[in-house]
């Protein structure tokens, strides 16, 4: 007998777990708009070696391609956002050099807004990016920013004009996807 689902937003699905996180996607124009509903699982198929796999190959071939961004007028939390982006295109938006950050701003335009991008925090001061590249050597931090006020804030946000703010993982916001081309 299934009970009904009651899984906490940033709780993703795993094998085991009751609930899964769902999207609904329109496009509307150049805009993609996303609504999320858990929805209760009766089995799990175990897909770790899956995910293992996929995660090795997007590595090992994202590298050699130049990176397409999409952005998300849709509020959801950092965990939220980069689910999405997984399943629909690679991840959240990263940028290795000021050509990437040029290029994601040019695409957002007016809709530059604080935007989640795969920007996360692991361990005390290191950043990382969410797609298993590594570390963000190429930063573009607002001054006095990462700041981690209150010692809460350990994902990355694109603000208005264009650079990095840290910011608690569970703020809703818009959030840019990229995909290699």
């Given at each position: 007998m299934l009970s009904l689902c009651n899984c906490p937003y940033g709780l993703?699905?795993?094998?085991?777990?009751?609930?899964?996180?769902?999207?609904?996607?329109?496009?509307?124009?150049?805009?993609?708009?996303?609504?999320?509903?858990?929805?209760?699982?009766?089995?799990?198929?175990?897909?770790d070696i899956y995910t293992l796999l996929g995660k090795y190959?997007?590595?090992?071939?994202s590298l050699l391609k130049v990176p397409h961004y999409h952005f998300i007028n849709s509020s959801l939390t950092w965990y939220e956002a980069q689910?999405?982006?997984?399943?629909k295109y690679t991840d959240l938006a990263t940028m290795n050099s000021m050509n990437d950050k040029n290029k994601l701003v040019n695409?957002?335009?007016?809709?530059?807004?604080?935007?989640w991008i795969g920007l996360y925090r692991e361990g005390t001061r290191r950043w990382m990016w969410s797609d298993g590249r590594g570390r963000a050597d190429f930063t573009m931090w607002t001054d006095g920013e990462p700041?981690?006020?209150?010692?809460?804030?350990?994902c990355g946000e694109l603000s208005e004009e264009g650079w990095?703010?840290?910011?608690?993982c569970e703020k809703e916001r818009?959030?840019?996807c990229y995909e290699r081309e």
């Amino acid at each position: 007998m299934l009970s009904l689902c009651n899984c906490p937003y940033g709780l993703l699905c795993s094998p085991g777990r009751g609930c899964r996180l769902h999207f609904d996607t329109k496009v509307c124009g150049n805009e993609v708009q996303v609504e999320k509903y858990w929805t209760q699982c009766s089995m799990f198929v175990n897909n770790d070696i899956y995910t293992l796999l996929g995660k090795y190959f997007l590595m090992s071939t994202s590298l050699l391609k130049v990176p397409h961004y999409h952005f998300i007028n849709s509020s959801l939390t950092w965990y939220e956002a980069q689910y999405f982006c997984r399943i629909k295109y690679t991840d959240l938006a990263t940028m290795n050099s000021m050509n990437d950050k040029n290029k994601l701003v040019n695409t957002l335009g007016s809709h530059v807004t604080h935007s989640w991008i795969g920007l996360y925090r692991e361990g005390t001061r290191r950043w990382m990016w969410s797609d298993g590249r590594g570390r963000a050597d190429f930063t573009m931090w607002t001054d006095g920013e990462p700041s981690n006020s209150e010692g809460k804030e350990w994902c990355g946000e694109l603000s208005e004009e264009g650079w990095w703010n840290d910011v608690e993982c569970e703020k809703e916001r818009s959030f840019v996807c990229y995909e290699r081309e």
